[in-house]
């Protein structure tokens, strides 16, 4: 019986990285999903904006292959997009590095608008939180504002958002009500200094614990 959950982590041989697709195992969503295969590959023949930009990055992804950092790519995307105003939403914690992204986006050209996630200082008991949720109780604690980051973004018309360090959530709440397409430039990981994918690398000791309820 043919396997309809997609299960790419159990593939064997990655055939999709091949012209021999049918190759790849009976779970594969290459066989089991291809209405919405060719759905995807649809919207990027009839939309305008997502063929243009499934192009613009595989264009960069050429350029840049094993010789640009993220950044570069990002600017590389932004200018093959003819991207003009970029959005920054940022941690209050990567104040520093967002003004070092800002005057690097600003030198290549681009009008930057950025916005901390702390904007508005709305006290966490106002959504609800209990004192002694937050990180430091018996203190006043401001709730991260992606919503509102996304809204005054949108306000200054920005043709593309990046997100700089925003935690896990709250990222999802800006990507959700951005009106303008969103990447993510920095993800949020305070113990590995925003570095997730060290923590993947350790499970084998550093951090077995995770395999494990």
Known sequence: MTRRKADCSSCPNQACWSENPGEGPKFCPGKTKMEEVNSAY?????????????????????????KWTRVEDTIDFAKEMGYKKIGIATCIGLMAEDRI?????????????????????????KIGLLDSEKAKPGTFEPICNPVAQAKILSSADT????????CVGHDSLFTKYS?????????????TCHNPNAVLHGTSFYYKRLLSL
């Open 101 to 125: 992204l800002q005057k690097i986006l600003t030198a290549h050209g681009f009008d930057v608008v950025s916005v901390c996630c702390k904007c508005g200082a709305i006290g966490k008991e």
């Open 42 to 66: 649809e919207i990027y023949q009839t939309d305008p904006e997502s063929g243009k930009m499934a192009v613009a990055a595989a264009k960069t992804e050429g350029r840049s292959y094993m």
């Open 179 to 191: 009106e303008a397409p969103v990447t993510t430039l920095v993800a949020k990981d305070r113990i």
């Open 159 to 166: 043709e593309f958002n990046v997100l700089l360090g925003l």
